[in-house]
């Protein structure tokens, strides 16, 4: 049958039928020897074919966010698979940051599914308005929607995207206020919230797993650990993309290949210099591209590596066969 996977434990996973029901099922030997990447594996939000309590196949999935998994290797972390909406959630206090939008907004766009940005905790925020403004400069194409997730204000703003069937996967830092919110629109206090630090307003992770909830209007919720520091899983064009504004200056460029460093004629240093162009927008960009470009260069590495010890392998097989024959 087909399920779907509602949390993931250490070596087993929670899955929900179509019935309604809910069972537990590991993997089948095959699918946990022969998948050589750890975003194959399956993640919260994925489709499973399952025969009784065995996982067999994760089926193809339509959207993913992704980021790249902590540490120095170079593999990609599934946050949570097949979603509508991606809710990037953000507080309006002290934990307020724009280039940390920018990196979530563009993996949000990577995913393939929409994106819409939840400013959370109104009541603490004394220009409104002037941050609304300054998120839709930067996330072009997004939602914004100002919220207060703890006195419920702007909550009502929020229901077209909790229709039944539809799934939306909370992301942000930690204290922004994801657990929160989630207990508002379950109606009642499903997730574990806290307090958050005086001096930076970050706060501890009360949520330690994804999960795969379901809200009385049928919509389907995955809630997520917060992220301290996220690490995107995208490529250049991605984080292009995500900056429209800079790449049509560069349009304007007079050189084709023009690496906004000085040039002559260059656009892009134009419109830093009068000060349309924001310069701590352009340097989160170039650091995105460049990160963007060295992951794509570990990323074919990687494959490279992958091809050579798959022959190797079928290579070493062929010449046993060779010396039974």
Same mark, same amino acid.
């Given at each position: 049958?087909?399920?779907?996977?509602?949390?993931?434990?250490?070596?087993?996973?929670?899955?929900?039928?179509?019935?309604?029901?809910?069972?537990?099922?590991?993997?089948?030997?095959?699918?946990?020897?022969?998948?050589?990447?750890?975003?194959?594996?399956?993640?919260?939000?994925?489709?499973?074919?399952?025969?009784?309590?065995?996982?067999?196949?994760?089926?193809?999935?339509?959207?993913?966010?992704?980021?790249?998994?902590?540490?120095?290797?170079?593999?990609?972390?599934?946050?949570?698979?097949?979603?509508?909406?991606?809710?990037?959630?953000?507080?309006? /206090? &002290?934990?307020?940051? *724009? =280039?940390?939008?920018?990196?979530?907004?563009? +993996?949000?766009?990577?995913? @393939?599914?929409?994106? #819409?940005?939840?400013?959370?905790?109104?009541?603490?925020?004394?220009?409104?308005?002037?941050?609304?403004?300054?998120?839709?400069?930067?996330?072009?194409?997004?939602?914004?929607?100002?919220?207060?997730?703890?006195?419920? /204000? &702007?909550?009502?703003? *929020? =229901?077209?995207?909790?229709?039944?069937?539809? +799934?939306?996967?909370?992301? @942000?830092?930690?204290? #922004?206020?994801?657990?929160?919110?989630?207990?508002?629109?379950?109606?009642?206090?499903?997730?574990?919230?806290?307090?958050?630090?005086?001096?930076?307003?970050?706060?501890?992770?009360?949520?330690?797993?994804?999960?795969?909830?379901?809200?009385?209007?049928?919509?389907?919720?995955?809630?997520?650990?917060?992220?301290?520091?996220?690490?995107?899983?995208?490529?250049?064009?991605?984080?292009?993309?995500?900056?429209?504004?800079?790449?049509?200056?560069?349009?304007?460029?007079?050189?084709?290949?023009?690496?906004?460093?000085?040039?002559?004629?260059?656009?892009?240093?134009?419109?830093?210099?009068?000060?349309?162009?924001?310069?701590?927008?352009?340097?989160?960009?170039?650091?995105?591209?460049?990160?963007?470009?060295?992951?794509?260069?570990?990323?074919?590495?990687?494959?490279?590596?992958?091809?050579?010890?798959?022959?190797?392998?079928?290579?070493?097989?062929?010449?046993?066969?060779?010396?039974?024959?």
């Amino acid at each position: 049958m087909i399920a779907r996977v509602a949390v993931e434990h250490r070596n087993s996973y929670a899955l929900r039928c179509e019935d309604g029901t809910e069972i537990f099922a590991t993997l089948a030997g095959k699918l946990r020897y022969e998948t050589s990447q750890r975003e194959d594996l399956p993640a919260v939000g994925d489709f499973v074919r399952v025969r009784e309590t065995v996982i067999e196949e994760v089926l193809p999935r339509r959207t993913v966010f992704l980021r790249k998994a902590a540490g120095d290797t170079v593999e990609a972390q599934v946050i949570a698979a097949n979603i509508d909406t991606v809710f990037v959630v953000t507080g309006l /206090d &002290g934990d307020f940051n *724009l =280039r940390r939008l920018e990196r979530y907004y563009a +993996t949000a766009r990577a995913s @393939g599914a929409h994106c #819409a940005i939840l400013l959370n905790k109104v009541d603490l925020c004394d220009d409104l308005d002037a941050h609304v403004q300054q998120v839709r400069a930067i996330a072009p194409g997004a939602d914004v929607v100002a919220i207060s997730a703890l006195h419920g /204000d &702007g909550i009502d703003a *929020l =229901r077209p995207y909790l229709i039944t069937g539809e +799934t939306v996967a909370f992301v @942000g830092s930690s204290g #922004a206020g994801k657990s929160t919110l989630i207990n508002r629109l379950l109606g009642r206090d499903r997730q574990s919230t806290g307090a958050v630090r005086e001096t930076d307003s970050r706060g501890r992770h009360t949520t330690t797993h994804r999960e795969l909830l379901e809200t009385p209007s049928g919509a389907l919720l995955i809630d997520t650990p917060g992220l301290r520091e996220l690490q995107p899983w995208v490529g250049e064009d991605d984080v292009d993309g995500a900056f429209p504004d800079i790449e049509e200056l560069a349009e304007n460029c007079r050189f084709r290949d023009c690496a906004h460093a000085g040039e002559d004629g260059c656009a892009v240093q134009a419109a830093i210099d009068d000060g349309s162009l924001d310069f701590d927008r352009f340097s989160n960009y170039r650091k995105m591209r460049k990160e963007a470009a060295y992951l794509e260069r570990q990323v074919d590495l990687r494959a490279q590596l992958d091809l050579k010890a798959k022959w190797k392998k079928i290579h070493k097989a062929m010449r046993n066969v060779n010396k039974r024959a």
